[in-house]
Each structure stands twice: as C-alpha cells, then as structure tokens.
C-alpha cells in the first residue's frame, strides 16, 4: 500500500494525526462546496455543469480512500441539514432527492475509487493516474444517470445527464491525471526523498 499525499504529511504522534485527519475531512467538504458554487445550467439537462466531480476526484486521491469518502460525507450531510453546499447555494433533502441526486450519491463512488487507486499508487503516473480518474467518474456517473433514468427514462436520462457531460469530463480527467503525478514531483523535491 502506497502512501496518498495527505498521507506524506500527516504527524506521527496520535493526537496530532487525529486532528490533522479531521481538519482535512472539514476543509475538503468546504473545498467541494465551494466548488458546487462554480455551475453553469444547460437549457437541456436539469443538472448542472460544476466543478464538483473534479473536486471529488482531487479529494479522493490527495486524501485517500477514508477520508476522502467522509469528506464527500460530511459534504452531503451538511447540505441534507440545510447548508447551502449544493449548486448555486441549494440544500435540503428535496433537492438530493431530485435530478442531482444520484450524482451526489455518486460522489461517494467516485471519492473511494479515487483513493483507493491513489492508495495503490496510480497517482503516481499521469498514465495511471489517467485510467484511475476515468474509472472513478465512470462510478461517479453510473449512479447519476441509474437514478436520472428512474426519474425520466433511459434514453432522456443518457441525453441529458451524461452526453452533455463529457467534453467537460474529459478536460477534467486529463487536469486530475496532470496534477496530481506533478503534485508528488513537488512532495519529492520538497521532502528530499523518494514517495
């Protein structure tokens, strides 16, 4: 099992690592709220471009598999509680239970592939890093277009919540596969050691 990033820097003594897991699990549900405020609505789909599922991929694979799902937790916790997490500050356990909510349910999915691949070390090559992304959105969309078909059918489901979706996908998959393997070139540089 390989180290995450987070993983790089977490303290050894017990208290502290206690602290340093929640204080992470907390800033990355803020970071993915902020980034459910960064959505455009398309006049065909009733869910909305955000820059969500390429938090979620980040989060889960610079936090690992545990704590980037308790993020993604604590996340949807907050915004079934009434906190205006959602896209465009929405919130409430109505709004999860419409269009968007099997991609929150998604999230999940996608948080745990994530990291449980990172855990494996695909992070550690763009190459990996690439198929590891890509199967974690595939999970991610499976659930949200499963539960979008329920709601409007299988063909109106693919053509509204999962076609319109990939151009954008696809420039996030291949941001999430730069980053992170550039990301633990920096880690190596600065900690002076092999990850």
Known sequence: MHMTVADRFRPAAARASWAYDIA???GASALLALSAQVALR???SPVPVTGQTL????????????????????YLLEGACGLPVFA?????????????GGYLAGFLAGA????RLAERGWDRS??????????????LFLPGVAYLSV??????????????????EALKIALAAALLPGGWRLVR?????SA
Not at 88 to 100: D, K
Not at 112 to 115: E, N, V
């Open 112 to 115: 745990y592939l994530a990291g």
């Open 24 to 26: 992470l699990v907390v």
């Open 126 to 139: 763009p190459w990996r890093m690439l198929a590891a992304v890509t199967i974690a959105d595939a999970a």
């Open 189 to 193: 540089r600065h900690r002076g050691s």
């Open 55 to 74: 938090a979620v991929l980040l989060l889960g694979a610079l936090l690992g598999s545990r704590r980037g799902v308790a993020a993604v937790g604590l």
């Open 42 to 44: 398309l006049p065909i």
């Open 88 to 100: 465009q500050g929405a919130a409430g356990l109505p709004y999860m239970l419409g269009p968007t």
């Open 151 to 168: 709601l409007m059918g299988p063909q109106l489901a693919v053509t509204t919540g999962l076609l319109p979706f990939l151009p954008g």
